[in-house]
């Protein structure tokens, strides 16, 4: 069963081996957990619905369900639901089994000047999905039940599915046919390929098989103004592409209903291995080349010192640390070391090939092995474990969030240096050090983006760690904005974004994007207040 109130599966839990508490105590300071409210104690908060009186079928209204869908994974939202203020509820949510029901809903939508929020996992980290306080009632509408294979053109190599499939049911329907999409967000157990697209999402592997752009093929969207249907060319020069007007929309057009994608035979070979470099511009310079000379890798991230003295803490027992690290002083690596994964995927002479090439440009950046294979093993076997170490920190009365670009080569390195200090320095009015930490975790041959992770104490109550957060998020997204990068390379806008939309799309952008979501959605009833922030509900 899902948790209500927090990441993943109830049965799941991460713990930290108990050297993590005293290095958290160490570097913030010591902590207390804040209380957690029960899911009784909300139910009881849920006010009446004010679609109560309407007679539909679909229309689910009790206080569990509305709760449910009320939040996503934000660090706002998980503050929300562990105190057990959620402030506002769908008045319903709705689980449609069809496109036709989809229209039916819109259409009631209409008839009662209800506002839709489209819910795919409900994994937004950026206030996508939370409703705001509205004159109007809110139906939040989740794909959940729409998510089968719905045809598989093996020739083309496109497959369509209903767009609430989770990553799970994706790869498990397409593996059963020989297939993959390839596409590993690390929300995958929970996030679905409607969301993928409407907040342009970005996988682990997308050094191999693109971005969703890449894979998004087309499908078709029941918006207020009727359906719009995205025909699978493979390529097109009839004017501007529609397929990119509805890519990262946010749920402001309409409603994904179908999503097909282009799909690559399951490859016979995938290894994945974690090196170490003796420094952070080496590993950095290390990175850059090998994309630039176009190695084949299908993943490749590096973390700076910081994020790799942290990782190592939190994950490896003190023991098998201490090892580890004399084994690497003994190869030269020591203080300042940069932790590097990458992953090798397809057919297996290729496979090797592509490990050869990596290897002479690692070698040459004095990248060290240690173990081969066994590192990078263990970080494919947990990468979907690692949302879970929320849950972990938080027993111990710590708050973890993160926040994430991308720009040009020529800037990354001082952004992530600037970002770092303004965010580590946040909170020094009130004494209270922030722990901050970066990876490059997609690199392209123009630049990267930088996904940054911070650490702190949440304080007395949640007012404080609420506050807390609001004035570091206030300081990353100003030095994304002050760097010129873009306010989101993976998470999307939502309503967390909005504010600092503008700085990268311009009056006229911005302005062009509004009339847009006008003539889809003239009453202005998807979504309102996400993507675009003058646009109140
Ligand atoms: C622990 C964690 C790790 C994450 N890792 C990654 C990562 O590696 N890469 C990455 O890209 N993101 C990541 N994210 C962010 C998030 O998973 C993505 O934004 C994801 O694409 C959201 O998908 P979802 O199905 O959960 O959509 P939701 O959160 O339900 O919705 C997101 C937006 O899409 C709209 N939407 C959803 N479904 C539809 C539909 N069918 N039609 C129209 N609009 C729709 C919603 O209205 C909303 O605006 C992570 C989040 C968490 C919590």
């Given at each position: 069963?899902?948790?209500?109130?927090?990441?993943?599966?109830?049965?799941?839990?991460?713990?930290?081996?108990?050297s993590?508490?005293?290095?958290?105590?160490?570097l913030?300071g010591?902590?207390?957990?804040?209380?957690?409210?029960?899911?009784?104690?909300?139910?009881?908060?849920?006010?009446?619905?004010?679609?109560a009186g309407i007679d539909?079928a679909?229309?689910?209204?009790?206080?569990?369900?509305?709760?449910?869908?009320?939040?996503?994974?934000?660090?706002?939202d998980?503050?929300?639901?562990r105190?057990?203020?959620?402030?506002?509820f769908p008045?319903a949510?709705?689980?449609?089994?069809?496109?036709e029901?989809?229209?039916?809903?819109?259409?009631?939508a209409a008839?009662?000047?209800?506002?839709?929020?489209?819910?795919?996992?409900?994994?937004?980290?950026?206030?996508?999905?939370?409703?705001?306080?509205s004159q109007?009632?809110i139906?939040?509408?989740a794909l959940?039940?729409?998510?089968?294979l719905?045809?598989?053109?093996?020739a083309?190599?496109?497959?369509?599915?209903?767009?609430?499939?989770r990553?799970?049911?994706?790869?498990?329907q397409?593996r059963?046919?020989?297939?993959?999409l390839?596409?590993?967000?690390q929300?995958?157990?929970l996030?679905?390929?409607?969301?993928?697209?409407a907040?342009?999402?970005?996988?682990q592997?997308?050094?191999?098989?693109?971005?969703?752009?890449?894979?998004?093929?087309g499908?078709?969207?029941?918006t207020?103004?009727?359906?719009?249907?995205?025909?699978?060319?493979?390529?097109?020069?009839?004017?501007?592409d529609?397929?990119?007007l509805v890519?990262?929309?946010?749920?402001r057009?309409?409603v994904?209903?179908?999503?097909?994608?282009?799909?690559?035979p399951?490859?016979?070979?995938?290894?994945?291995e974690?090196?170490?470099?003796?420094?952070?511009?080496r590993?950095?310079d290390c990175?850059?080349?090998?994309?630039r000379?176009?190695?084949?890798?299908?993943?490749?991230?590096v973390?700076?010192?910081?994020?790799?003295?942290?990782?190592?803490?939190?994950a490896?027992?003190?023991?098998q640390?201490?090892?580890?690290?004399?084994?690497l002083r003994?190869?030269?690596?020591?203080?300042?070391?940069?932790?590097?994964t990458?992953?090798?995927?397809?057919?297996?002479?290729?496979?090797?090939?592509?490990?050869?090439?990596?290897?002479?440009?690692?070698?040459?950046?004095?990248?060290v092995?240690?173990?081969?294979?066994?590192?990078?093993r263990k970080?494919a076997?947990?990468?979907f474990?690692?949302?879970?170490?929320r849950?972990?920190?938080?027993?111990?009365?710590?708050?973890?969030?993160?926040?994430e670009?991308?720009?040009d080569?020529?800037?990354?390195d001082?952004?992530?240096?600037?970002?770092?200090?303004?965010?580590?320095?946040?909170l020094s009015?009130q004494?209270?050090?922030?722990?901050?930490?970066?990876?490059?975790?997609?690199?392209y041959?123009?630049g990267?983006?930088?996904?940054?992770?911070?650490?702190y104490?949440?304080?007395?109550?949640y007012?404080?760690a609420?506050?807390?957060?609001?004035?570091i998020?206030?300081?990353a997204?100003?030095?994304?904005?002050d760097?010129?990068?873009t306010?989101?390379?993976?998470?999307g806008?939502?309503r967390?974004?909005?504010?600092y939309?503008?700085?990268?799309k311009?009056e006229?952008?911005l302005?062009?994007?509004?009339?847009?979501?006008?003539?889809f959605?003239?009453?202005?009833?998807m979504n309102?207040?996400?993507?675009?922030p003058e646009?109140?509900?």
């Amino acid at each position: 069963m899902r948790r209500w109130n927090g990441w993943g599966d109830e049965s799941i839990d991460m713990t930290l081996p108990a050297s993590a508490e005293s290095l958290l105590s160490e570097l913030l300071g010591s902590s207390a957990p804040l209380p957690d409210a029960s899911l009784s104690d909300v139910v009881g908060q849920v006010p009446e619905s004010r679609l109560a009186g309407i007679d539909h079928a679909l229309l689910e209204r009790d206080a569990e369900i509305r709760i449910r869908h009320a939040r996503g994974q934000s660090l706002p939202d998980w503050l929300a639901m562990r105190s057990g203020h959620f402030g506002i509820f769908p008045d319903a949510v709705a689980r449609p089994e069809s496109g036709e029901q989809v229209r039916e809903l819109l259409e009631l939508a209409a008839e009662h000047d209800a506002i839709v929020i489209p819910y795919g996992g409900g994994t937004s980290v950026a206030g996508h999905i939370t409703p705001a306080e509205s004159q109007r009632p809110i139906i939040t509408l989740a794909l959940t039940k729409m998510n089968r294979l719905l045809d598989l053109d093996e020739a083309s190599g496109v497959a369509t599915f209903g767009a609430g499939a989770r990553g799970p049911e994706v790869e498990a329907q397409l593996r059963a046919r020989g297939y993959t999409l390839g596409h590993f967000p690390q929300s995958w157990e929970l996030s679905t390929l409607g969301g993928w697209v409407a907040s342009r999402s970005s996988g682990q592997q997308s050094l191999r098989y693109g971005r969703i752009e890449q894979l998004f093929a087309g499908g078709r969207i029941e918006t207020p103004s009727g359906p719009l249907d995205l025909p699978t060319f493979p390529a097109s020069a009839a004017g501007p592409d529609l397929r990119e007007l509805v890519l990262g929309s946010e749920g402001r057009l309409g409603v994904f209903t179908e999503v097909c994608v282009r799909v690559s035979p399951l490859p016979d070979e995938e290894i994945f291995e974690t090196l170490f470099l003796p420094d952070w511009q080496r590993a950095f310079d290390c990175a850059r080349e090998l994309v630039r000379q176009r190695v084949g890798l299908s993943m490749l991230r590096v973390a700076n010192p910081a994020e790799t003295f942290t990782g190592l803490r939190l994950a490896v027992d003190k023991k098998q640390l201490g090892w580890l690290e004399r084994l690497l002083r003994l190869r030269g690596i020591g203080e300042g070391k940069c932790m590097l994964t990458l992953g090798c995927t397809g057919h297996r002479p290729a496979v090797h090939e592509t490990q050869q090439q990596a290897r002479t440009v690692l070698r040459r950046h004095g990248a060290v092995a240690l173990m081969p294979g066994k590192l990078g093993r263990k970080w494919a076997h947990g990468r979907f474990r690692y949302p879970y170490l929320r849950e972990a920190l938080w027993r111990l009365g710590y708050a973890v969030d993160t926040f994430e670009t991308a720009l040009d080569w020529s800037r990354v390195d001082g952004y992530i240096r600037d970002a770092e200090k303004r965010v580590g320095t946040a909170l020094s009015d009130q004494d209270e050090p922030v722990h901050v930490f970066t990876h490059l975790s997609h690199i392209y041959r123009q630049g990267s983006s930088a996904y940054t992770s911070y650490l702190y104490r949440v304080g007395n109550d949640y007012d404080t760690a609420l506050e807390r957060w609001r004035i570091i998020k206030a300081a990353a997204s100003q030095a994304i904005v002050d760097w010129g990068g873009t306010i989101s390379h993976q998470h999307g806008v939502g309503r967390d974004h909005a504010p600092y939309l503008q700085a990268e799309k311009g009056e006229l952008g911005l302005a062009a994007l509004g009339t847009l979501f006008r003539r889809f959605d003239p009453d202005g009833r998807m979504n309102p207040g996400v993507l675009l922030p003058e646009d109140k509900p």
